[in-house]
């Protein structure tokens, strides 16, 4: 591993007006430290780590990061309130800045173990593990729900749910703009099937003025986030993020009036060439790395040939960082 976290923040002041969604298998440390190059503002997620893996697993892996990565919060899974409350507590000692509950993941496994958006037919439960984490720690406690479930999807059921967490101390709410459908779609069809109702997120803004709420589904462009933003306190943008990183680069100038410069596709690949040398030097592989940058390239001649060097042509290499550098050369200039 690369440097263990230390308990103190180093970055920008925590701000939700831009963040990027925690994505299974996607938002690992070193997606997040490629991500920071791009942007210093973006708030950044981990991946959903369950309260189950941080106790009982490898708990210094699941928590570890990178000082450069701040701001960045945790997002646990879980549904036992005193578990919650001591998994935050490992969250606020490592550093992180914030500590988010899923309460919108679909898939059946997660389900099974009372995690996710199943967790939307039991208010009650969520404003005790809400309560418990908040009791635990300093750092804001945060969660990240849809606006219902088969079964439950009404607007009404959504105000009793977002009222009862709220009372529970919560103040910060991301709302994903589309209802899970539990039984019958897999986690990807719940991302793209029920239709997105951002007019129902905007009403329950409306409806709960005093809190801070947070759009997510669906948003594509800066320009689009632009445009919420004069309804919602934030946006958050997960998949878009992923494939096309280097939206961030624009995202201090545009939503946080930086003055800086936005780093080029180069510059922010040749930031990347210390950390990998260090990954590797400490046995890591650079796929570990190099897979959460192929989107770099996207959207202009040479795209598919980038690809193909950092995620194929790496692994027939006896000098992977050599590959690396011609990846860097067809970023030259852009």
């Known amino acids: 591993m690369i440097e263990t976290s230390k308990p103190e923040s180093t970055g920008p002041v925590l701000s939700r007006k831009f963040s990027v969604a925690p994505m299974m298998d996607w938002t690992d440390h070193h997606c997040r430290y490629f991500l920071r190059q791009l942007s210093q503002h973006a708030l950044l997620y981990t991946e959903m780590v369950t309260t189950g893996a941080l106790l009982h697993g490898d708990t210094a892996r699941f928590l570890h990061y990178d000082q450069s990565e701040h701001p960045v919060a945790l997002q646990l899974g879980g549904s036992n309130p005193a578990e919650l409350a001591a998994c935050a507590r490992l969250a ?22 009372m995690i996710g958006a199943c967790l939307m037919a039991h208010p009650a439960l969520v404003a005790d593990c809400v309560k418990a984490m908040g009791d635990a720690v300093s750092i804001p406690v945060t969660v990240k729900h849809r606006i219902g479930i088969d079964g439950r999807d009404s607007y009404a059921e959504l105000c009793d749910f977002v009222g009862q967490v709220r009372d529970a101390g919560c103040r910060s709410f991301t709302v994903h703009a589309r209802i899970a459908i539990l039984s019958g779609l897999s986690p990807k069809e719940n991302r793209e099937i029920p239709p997105l109702r951002y007019d129902i997120a905007a009403q329950l803004k409306q409806d709960f003025a005093d809190l801070e709420l947070i759009l997510n589904g669906g948003i594509k462009t800066l320009e689009a986030c632009q445009e919420h933003l004069h309804t919602f306190d ?17 995202v201090d100038q545009q939503l946080f009036a930086s003055t800086n410069t936005p780093v080029s596709r180069h510059e922010a690949m040749l930031a990347m060439r210390p950390y990998i ?47 690396f550098d011609q990846a860097a050369q067809i970023l030259h200039g852009r």
């Open 92 to 113: 606020e000692q490592a550093g992180y800045d914030e500590v988010n509950l899923n309460v919108g993941c679909p898939s059946d496994r997660v389900q099974n173990n």
């Open 234 to 250: 934030g946006v958050m943008l997960g998949r878009e993020a992923y494939h096309n990183p280097y939206l961030l680069a624009e």
């Open 277 to 323: 040398e260090r990954h590797m030097a400490a046995g890591g592989l650079m796929h570990h790395v190099t897979r959460h940058m192929l989107g770099l390239a996207q959207g202009f001649p040479g795209a598919r040939r980038f690809r193909q060097l950092l995620s194929a042509d790496i692994h027939k290499s006896t000098d992977p960082l050599a590959i």
